[in-house]
C-alpha cells in the first residue's frame, strides 16, 4: 500500500515549463503546493560546451524516466510501426524541458485562435480541409495577452515588440497581434549573417525581425545576459541567462515557503473518489510508492504524459481512463509540420560558430493568414527562421550538395571549403488536427514498470505537404536573395511522429463532446482536476509553443486562486 | 533572484565567476597538449587497446583513415585518433555497436585477404579505397555506422580520445569553445583567433579540478523528501 502523506491545497505533476509557472501565482494566493517532478535538480556544472555528450548521445535525456516511455508512431490505423527514436525530445528535470530549451518565446497570431470562424469569413467553409477537427479557440488572443504579458515580464524575455496597442512598431512583428507594452529586455543582438538574411529579406519584400526569447539580452532580475557562446541547444545555460523555470519562476515561487518540490518522483495514477472528484496522485519514489491526497490535481506533462496518465487512471467512474467518458483523450493529436526541409550553399564563410538557435532573423510575411490565400490551395503557413548557430561534428556532417561523395580527399577538400558556407532553415508550419490522428496506449509497448507506452497514430495530411512545398519555394527565394549558390529542398513525405511540439489530446474548448478541459483547463469531467500544456492546444501556429502553454498555465493557476473556494469544493 | 531562495536549488554562477575560471583555465592550457589530459604530463603518451583486438584495430585504423585522409588538405582521421576514440567508446557509449564492429571488421578483413592474400590494413590505399567503395553500397548501415563514429572521432571534443590535437576543428576552421563571444566575434568577416580548448579545460566543469566545488552546493535532493519520511530510511 503507498504510504499516505499530508493533505495539500494543489498537487501539481511535473515541474517544468507550465508546473513551474503555475506555482507561482498559486503560492502568491497563499496556496500550499506539492510540485512532484521525475527528475533533479540540475547545476551550471551539468551544461558543459560538449557536442558529443549533448548532441549525439543526448545527456541527460537518455538516461532519465521518459526515455523509457518513447512512443510508438504508425502513419495510420493497420500500419506498420516506424523505427522507435532511441532519445525523448523531452527533459525530466526541475524546469523540465525548458532547460534545453531553444527559447523562443512566441506569442500566437491572432488567426491561431480562430481557424474556422477566420477561415470561413475569408474564403468561405469549403476551405477548411476534409478530415480536419479543427476549431476555434475558446477565445480570442485579447483574452490570453494580460498573461503573455504577465509571463513574459517574470520569466523574463528578450525581444522587440511590433504592435503595442494597435500601433505597428517597424524594429519588430508587424503582423503580431497587440500587446499592452514593450518586452522586458531589448531583443539579442545580430550578427553579420543575420544582418545579411535581414537584407535579403526585404529584397524579397519581405519584414525580417529579430524573434523574441527567454534569454536574456542583458542581466535581468540578478541573472546573467547571454554570452551568446552557442551551446544551450541541448543543455541549460552555464550563468543562467537562459529563462529556464528552474531559475525563475520557481525559485520566487520557493522564496514564498509554500512550494514543495519532491524529485524524482515518478507519478503512476490519479485517483478519484466516489463522487468522480480527483482526490490525489499516487507516485513512486525510490521504489516506494506514496499517496499525496489534494483538494486540487494540476497536471503539466509533456503532451504525451498528460495523455497517458489519463488513460492509465482507469477507475469504475471513468472506465476508458480519467475525464475520458466522451472518448476526446488523445483525440487532435499533431506535432509541428517538420516536413519539407531547405538547406543552401554560400560562396563565403558565414561566421555561424557561434550564437544560438533564439538568436536568428525571422520572416512572418507568410504565416497563418497574414497573406491572401484566395489563389492558394491550402489555409495556414510558415515563420521562416534564419539562425546563427553551428558546430563541429554538425558542421563536418552536413550534406554535399551532389559535389562529392560522403568521404575520401575529395569530400574532405569540400568540407574544408564549406564547413561555414552551409546553412538550414527553420520553418514552422501550419499543422492542423484530423480525425485519422490520435494518441492511445500501445497494445505491446511497456516501460519498465509494465505500463504501456502511449502509441501515436498520425500523418501529415494534404493541407500540411502543400504549406511545405509553399514554405519550400519561400526559403529557397531568400537563401536566393542572401547569394546563395546552391539550394536543395528536402522531400515532403516525412512522418509526422514524436515532436519536441506536440499538441493536443486533451484538447481546450467549449464543447464538452470534442474537448476534454473547459476554457480555463479545467477537466469536463473532473471540476478539481486541470490540465496544463500544449496538450490542451487545438491549433499549432507556425511558432514556437512555450510561451502560450506558459500564459495559458499562468491563466489556469489564477482562475483557480481567484474561485478557490468553488473550484477545491 | 538576487540569492538562492534557501537552501534547496543548486546556486548559480555569475558571469564573473566564469571568466576567473576561464582566466585559470587559459595559465593551465599553458601545460600543453590534449594527451596532458589523459595522464600526468611527467609520462609519454599512451595508447590502450579497451575493447577492439589488435586485429580489428588495425582494420579500423586504416579504414578512418582512407574515410578521411591524410593529403594536401593536412591531417585526417588517423592523426585526429577516431580509431582510438572509437576503441574507448565502444566499451562505453557505443557499447551497442560492439558486435557490429566484430562482425563488420572480420568480414571486410576476411574479403581482402581472400582477394589479395594481404590483410586489409596492408593493402595499398587505391585498393582500400576499391574496397570500401563496394562496402558503402553492399553493406550501407555498417559503412555508415563506422563514417559516423569517424566523424566523431576527428571533431569531437578531445577529451574523448580524438581530435587529437585539434586536427579536426582546424580542418574545419572551427574558432573553438570560448565561453563567452561578442558582438564582434558574431560580426561579418570576423576572425576570431582560434581557442584550442576542450570544454573540460573550463574549471566550471572538471571534476578534476578542486574549481567545481567553490561556492557550488550539490543539488540537495535530500532537502525534498516528502516530509514525514526520514532522510536516511528512504532510498539510497
Known amino acids: 500500500m503507498a504510504n499516505e502523506l499530508k493533505m495539500t491545497d494543489v498537487v501539481i505533476v511535473g515541474m517544468g515549463a507550465t508546473g513551474g509557472v503555475a506555482a507561482l501565482p498559486l503560492t502568491r494566493a497563499g496556496l500550499e503546493v506539492v510540485g512532484l517532478e521525475a527528475g533533479t535538480w540540475l547545476s551550471p556544472n551539468d551544461f558543459a560546451p560538449d557536442e558529443l555528450r549533448n548532441n549525439y548521445r543526448g545527456w541527460p535525456q537518455l538516461v532519465q524516466k521518459a526515455n523509457h516511455e518513447v512512443p510508438t508512431h504508425r502513419r495510420r490505423d493497420g500500419a506498420p510501426y516506424s523505427p522507435r527514436p532511441s532519445v525523448h525530445p523531452m527533459m525530466n528535470a526541475v524546469g523540465g524541458t525548458t532547460v534545453h530549451f531553444w527559447g523562443q518565446s512566441w506569442r500566437l497570431n491572432p488567426w491561431d485562435f480562430k481557424v474556422v470562424s477566420a477561415t470561413t469569413a475569408r474564403y468561405g467553409a469549403a476551405r477548411i480541409p476534409s478530415g480536419s477537427t479543427v476549431e476555434d479557440w475558446p477565445f480570442g488572443l485579447e483574452e490570453l495577452e494580460p498573461y503573455y504579458d504577465k509571463v513574459e515580464y517574470e520569466v523574463g524575455i528578450s525581444g522587440q515588440a511590433g504592435n503595442i496597442k494597435g500601433k505597428i512598431d517597424e524594429r519588430g512583428n508587424i503582423f503580431e497581434g497587440p500587446r499592452a507594452r514593450e518586452y522586458p529586455m531589448p531583443a539579442l543582438h545580430g550578427t553579420g549573417f543575420t544582418a545579411m538574411m535581414a537584407d535579403a529579406a526585404k529584397a524579397i519584400g519581405a519584414h525580417p525581425f529579430a524573434g523574441p526569447a527567454a534569454i536574456n539580452s542583458r542581466d535581468y532580475e540578478g541573472r546573467a545576459g547571454c554570452m551568446y557562446h552557442g551551446w544551450c541547444d541541448r543543455g541549460g545555460c552555464p550563468v543562467s541567462a537562459k529563462s529556464s523555470t528552474n531559475v525563475t519562476t520557481i525559485p520566487k515561487a520557493l522564496a514564498t515557503k509554500r512550494l514543495k518540490i519532491v524529485t524524482r518522483a515518478q507519478v503512476l495514477r490519479i485517483e478519484v473518489d466516489a463522487k468522480g472528484r480527483a482526490s490525489g496522485v499516487t507516485y513512486l519514489r525510490d521504489g516506494k510508492s506514496y499517496f499525496q491526497p489534494a483538494r486540487i490535481v494540476l497536471m503539466g506533462c509533456f503532451t504525451f504524459e498528460n495523455v497517458r496518465l489519463l488513460l492509465l487512471s482507469k477507475s469504475r467512474l471513468f472506465p476508458a481512463g480519467l475525464s475520458n467518458n466522451h472518448g476526446q483523450v488523445g483525440r487532435h493529436y499533431m506535432t509541428h509540420n517538420e516536413i519539407g526541409s531547405v538547406s543552401a550553399l554560400f560562396p563565403q564563410n558565414l561566421n555561424n560558430w557561434y550564437g544560438l538557435p533564439a538568436q536568428g532573423i525571422a520572416i512572418d510575411n507568410w504565416a497563418d493568414d497574414n497573406f491572401d490565400h484566395a489563389g492558394l490551395d491550402f489555409i495556414g503557413g510558415v515563420n521562416l527562421w534564419a539562425m546563427n548557430a553551428r558546430r563541429p561534428i554538425a558542421a563536418a556532417s552536413a550534406e554535399t550538395f551532389g559535389k562529392t561523395g560522403t568521404w575520401g580527399s575529395d569530400w574532405k577538400a569540400f568540407i574544408r571549403q564549406n564547413a561555414d558556407r552551409i546553412h538550414h532553415g527553420y520553418m514552422q508550419k501550419t499543422t492542423l488536427p484530423y480525425d485519422v490522428n490520435y494518441l492511445d496506449l500501445d497494445p505491446a509497448m511497456k516501460d519498465p514498470l509494465g505500463d504501456p507506452v502511449i502509441r501515436i497514430t498520425a500523418d501529415y495530411q494534404e493541407n500540411e505537404r502543400r504549406v511545405a512545398r509553399f514554405a519550400q519555394d519561400k526559403m529557397a527565394a531568400w537563401y536566393q536573395a542572401a547569394g546563395a549558390i546552391e539550394v536543395r529542398k528536402g522531400g515532403v513525405d516525412g512522418i509526422m511522429g514524436i515532436g519536441a511540439h506536440a499538441y493536443g489530446g486533451t484538447r481546450m474548448g467549449d464543447n464538452v463532446q470534442t474537448n476534454v478541459v473547459n476554457r480555463w483547463g479545467f477537466s469536463h469531467e473532473v471540476p478539481n482536476l486541470g490540465i496544463m500544456g500544449a496538450s490542451l492546444m487545438g491549433t499549432s501556429g507556425s511558432r514556437n509553443p512555450t510561451l502560450t502553454i506558459q500564459a495559458l498555465a499562468w491563466r489556469t493557476a489564477q482562475h483557480l486562486a481567484d474561485n478557490w473556494k468553488e473550484l477545491a469544493g | ?236
Open chain 2, 1 to 236: 533572484m538576487g540569492k538562492s531562495p534557501g537552501d534547496k536549488a543548486p546556486k548559480g554562477h555569475s558571469r564573473r565567476d566564469l571568466f576567473k575560471w576561464a582566466g585559470a583555465a587559459s595559465v593551465l592550457a599553458g601545460t600543453g597538449s590534449v594527451q596532458a589530459q589523459a595522464a600526468p604530463a611527467t609520462l609519454p603518451y599512451r595508447e590502450a587497446l579497451e575493447t577492439l583486438t589488435a586485429a580489428e584495430a588495425d582494420t579500423l585504423e586504416a579504414f578512418c583513415a582512407r574515410l578521411i585522409p591524410s593529403d594536401a588538405n593536412g591531417p585526417g582521421a588517423k592523426e585526429a585518433r577516431a580509431a582510438h576514440y572509437i576503441d574507448r567508446a565502444l566499451g562505453g557509449a557505443l557499447a551497442s555497436a560492439r558486435d557490429a564492429y566484430r562482425s563488420g571488421l572480420l568480414a571486410l578483413d576476411f574479403k581482402a585477404r581472400e582477394a589479395n592474400g594481404k590483410p586489409f590494413s596492408a593493402l595499398d590505399a587505391k585498393s582500400q579505397d576499391a574496397m570500401l567503395t563496394e562496402l558503402e553500397k553492399t553493406e550501407s548501415s555498417f559503412f555508415n555506422l563506422v563514417r559516423q563514429h569517424t566523424l566523431q572521432g576527428t571533431f569531437c571534443d578531445p577529451y574523448y580520445g580524438g581530435n587529437a590535437g585539434f586536427v579536426g576543428w582546424t580542418l574545419l576552421g572551427y574558432p573553438g569553445i570560448r565561453m563567452f563571444v561578442s558582438e564582434q566575434d558574431e560580426a561579418k568577416n570576423a576572425h576570431p583567433v582560434p581557442v584550442r580548448k576542450s570544454a573540460y579545460d573550463f574549471p566550471m566543469f572538471d571534476r578534476h579540478n578542486a574549481h567545481i566545488a567553490d561556492g557550488i552546493a550539490a543539488p540537495a535532493d535530500l532537502a525534498h523528501m516528502p516530509y514525514g519520511m526520514g532522510n536516511s530510511k528512504n532510498g539510497e
